[in-house]
């Protein structure tokens, strides 16, 4: 079996060969140090369509065996190897927000096409009874740690782990006990939701180190989005997705010292959020320890983000199919013709993410990259 899987990988180190690669750690590098980048601005396509038709983000939600997910991860990494990118090719285990939760226990529904956990608690004093569980032996943490073991050994160590999706400390808050519940009891008992947030903090760190196990210490601490690099040791990333409801009021209380202990335990933090959240930009901005920000830009809008942030932290953004507050949707050539004169322009330590429009193939994705490139250049 392993044959099949070490040809796959031999095939990817002669397409992605170690100048290429050196050539995109380089700007990548670069740029988590808050530094220009050596020639060009580092950008990464992201969700690029395979022929398969498997959505590589969701093979572990589908819970396909682990040799077939295997196989058409190592698939999707030869299919967008035309592309002039800087993607450095690894494999991600997936997204799966139950990832903590259901080591206690808690059950996942499937709705939108996603695995979503079921609230475990009904108020938040009853975090003063949980009990840290085993993530080696429960839920899908065991699970993942068990994908991840599998990845080394049929790729013989030869490509690198990304880390899953697991949310962050308030997200995983709002996964055991339900997002408008949490909000409620910041109110009615905040010392029982600082209990819990501490808890669930206490969960990140350890897993994050389990994670880093099984993958022998070569895992990529990054899953926003789960095609960067990411330097092993730079810092670690996470979800905050509600960064976008809850309020500037409570924010600074009840998310940004727990990102804070993130951040001092692994050298520096990158949040992810998805939606609108420009009210906690401010609050977010002053997190210490902020390596990065994931956002997208029709959501979110980059303006404020530069004119916040500048080149303190570096900038994964991004475009989507969403839109909030009637910010513009770009088409992936419209956004390559907006973004790198923009990163310029501002001086930003900034990582472009590409998304793929609609119905494009791996092909066109190319020629969009080939376009990209000259534009992504410093003179």
């Known amino acids: 079996m392993n044959d099949k899987y070490l040809g796959a990988v031999a095939e990817i180190e002669r397409r992605y060969p170690p100048e290429r690669i050196a050539r995109s750690r380089a700007r990548l590098a670069a740029t988590w140090d808050l530094q220009r980048p050596p020639d060009a601005i580092p950008f990464i396509f992201v969700g690029v369509p395979d022929d398969n038709g498997v959505d590589g983000n969701a093979l572990a939600e589908v819970r396909y065996p682990h040799d077939e997910q295997l196989s058409y991860l190592l698939e999707g990494i030869l299919n967008r190897a035309p592309i002039d990118d800087d993607y450095i090719p690894s494999l991600s285990p997936g997204c799966r927000q139950g990832l903590l939760p259901t080591a206690y226990g808690a059950r996942e529904e499937f709705s939108s096409d996603h695995l979503w956990p079921v609230p475990l608690l009904e108020s938040a004093e009853q975090a003063y009874e949980l009990r840290h569980p085993d993530f080696t032996r429960q839920g899908v943490a065991a699970e993942f740690l068990e994908l991840i073991r599998f990845f080394r050994r049929a790729t013989g160590g030869r490509i690198a782990i ?39 903090t206490d969960d990140f760190i350890t897993y994050m180190h389990l994670l880093e196990e099984a993958s022998d210490h070569t895992l990529i601490p990054i899953h926003c989005m789960p095609t960067v690099w990411l330097p092993p040791g730079k810092g670690m990333a996470l979800s905050e997705d509600l960064l976008a409801v809850i309020s500037r009021r409570l924010y600074p209380t009840f998310g940004v010292p727990y990102n804070e202990r993130v951040a001092a335990e692994f050298g520096g933090v990158v949040i ?52 909030c507050n009637c910010l513009r949707r770009y088409t992936v050539r ?17 990582i472009v993410l590409l998304v793929p429009d609609e119905g494009m193939t791996a092909a066109e994705c190319a020629e969009v990259a080939r376009i990209a490139r000259e534009r992504a250049a410093l003179v």
Do not use: K
């Open 162 to 200: 990304q880390m899953p999706d697991m949310q962050g400390p308030l997200d995983q808050a709002g996964n055991m006990l339900g997002v408008e519940r949490l909000m409620v009891e910041m109110y009615d008992h905040p010392a029982a939701v600082h209990h819990l947030l501490d808890h669930m």
């Open 272 to 323: 992810h959020s998805c939606g609108s959240w420009e009210h906690n930009l401010a609050a977010l901005a002053r997190t210490r320890g902020l390596l990065g920000v994931n956002f997208g830009v029709s959501e979110t809008p980059l303006e404020r983000v530069a004119a916040e942030i500048g080149n303190r932290a570096v900038i994964l953004a991004h475009h989507s199919l969403v839109t």
């Open 334 to 350: 419209e956004y390559v013709d907006f973004v790198f004169d923009f990163v310029r322009a501002h001086d930003l330590r900034a």
